[in-house]
């Protein structure tokens, strides 16, 4: 039987101060780096998120969108709920 998978479409905003940019780079702290390590503590599994757009190196966003793909289902009130939680 095949494995259903729920996408998950994600808006956030941040200070991309501290950050060298949106996109995932070796030895880098990045926004895209961050959420998918907290987000595969959270859900104990491998996570990678892909986004509409990408910022520079210390560039803010106020609606920047990306896309979370879970094996499970979870409501949307209780995803924002955990994730509320976890990325104050």
């Not at 479409?9 to 200070?15: E, F, N, P, S």
């Not at 101060?17 to 987000?39: C, D, H, M, R």
């Not at 757009?53 to 609606?63: I, P, Y």
């Amino acid at each position: 039987m095949e494995k259903k998978i729920y996408f998950y479409l994600i808006t956030v905003m941040y200070d991309g101060s501290n950050f060298a940019g949106w996109a995932k780079q070796p030895e880098q702290f990045t926004v895209q780096g961050y959420i998918e390590k907290v987000l595969s503590k959270i859900f104990s599994q491998k996570i990678n998120i892909l986004a509409a757009s990408r910022t520079d190196k210390g560039v803010h966003a106020l609606n920047q969108k990306f896309t979370l793909r879970l094996n499970f289902f979870l409501a949307p009130p209780k995803l924002k709920l955990i994730l509320v939680k976890n990325f104050q």
